[in-house]
């Protein structure tokens, strides 16, 4: 049997991804800042830990503790929404620290692991954002697209060893925390000036017939942790799909 440990599994993506690892008979490795064992109640074969990906030593203790595993998901990120003008750079850091710096280190982290035994995949989850431009979200896509990048040189340092370097691309999805967890980190970016375009933004947000859901997620991880073939990307939801093809 199979082990995936999957970020961020709090809510939305994660969480959608770890149940849908467990409903095809693996054993998952759930993590999240705050551990909630309750979201999978009653549920055998996943285990819950603490883990926040900008924590070093918290990496290698919840590696430590999670054992041997097959797949890496790196899913936990933070969104951000706002104009670049009003965005403090702390902030764009924090977005780096855990969307672009805490991917790497998980990435780091357990490459040696399956380095020695010749197998193993990570997939990392990025953003449709990073398939055509999108207004507001200009560091969010910056921290997005440097995972893109180093997915790709990654993959080709890896190969050799038998180690698989992936990447899924969702759209946007509505059924998620995204402006819920990132409420207190935008509030005041969206400044007097780009007031106006922004309204314009979110109602056409809010008519999109075609947009993604977590278990589009779910399933496009899935495909990417079980796909021996050359193939890197991977596009979840139908909005998503349709600006892969575009491209």
Same mark, same amino acid.
């Given at each position: ?21 467990? #409903?095809?008979?693996?054993? $998952?490795?759930?993590?999240?800042? %705050? ?7 009653d549920q055998a074969g996943v285990r819950v830990l603490a883990l926040d990906v900008t924590d070093r030593d918290g990496?290698? %203790?919840?590696?430590?503790? /999670? ?15 706002? /104009? ?5 750079? !702390?902030? $764009? ?17 357990? @490459?040696?692991?399956? %380095? ?5 995949? @990570?997939?990392? $989850?990025? !953003? ?9 979200? &200009? ?20 190969? =050799?060893?038998? @180690? ?9 999805? =509505?059924?998620?925390?995204? #402006? ?10 969206? !400044?007097?000036?780009? %007031?106006?375009? #922004? ?11 075609? $947009? ?14 079980n796909d021996a073939s050359p193939r890197q990307h991977f596009a &979840? ?6 600006? &892969?093809?575009?491209?």
């Open positions: 049997m199979k082990t995936a440990l999957i970020t961020g599994c709090s809510s939305g993506y994660g969480l959608e991804t770890a149940r849908h690892f467990l #409903a095809q008979g693996w054993r $998952v490795v759930a993590t999240m800042r %705050r551990p909630r064992p309750d979201l999978f109640a990496i290698a %203790r919840a590696l430590d503790a /999670a054992g041997p595993i097959d797949v890496l998901v790196n899913n936990a990120g933070l969104g951000l929404f706002g /104009a670049f003008e009003a965005t403090p750079m !702390s902030t $764009v850091r924090d977005i780096f620290e855990t969307n672009t710096f805490g991917t790497m280190a998980m990435c780091q982290a357990v @490459i040696g692991p399956f %380095r020695e035994r010749g197998a193993g995949t @990570i997939v990392n $989850v990025t !953003s449709s954002a990073t398939l055509a431009p999108f207004p507001l979200v &200009a560091a969010y896509t910056a921290s997005k697209t440097a995972i893109e990048g180093f997915t790709a040189s990654l993959a080709l340092e890896l190969e =050799p060893f038998g @180690i698989r370097a992936k990447l899924v691309e969702p759209g946007y999805c =509505p059924d998620t925390r995204f #402006a819920e967890n990132g409420a207190e980190r935008m509030q005041g970016l969206v !400044s007097a000036p780009y %007031r106006p375009f #922004a309204e314009r933004i979110f109602a056409g947000l809010s008519q999109l017939s075609a $947009v993604t859901r977590p278990d589009d997620v779910a399933q496009a991880v899935w495909q990417a942790a &979840a939801g139908a909005d998503a799909l349709a600006l &892969a093809q575009a491209r």
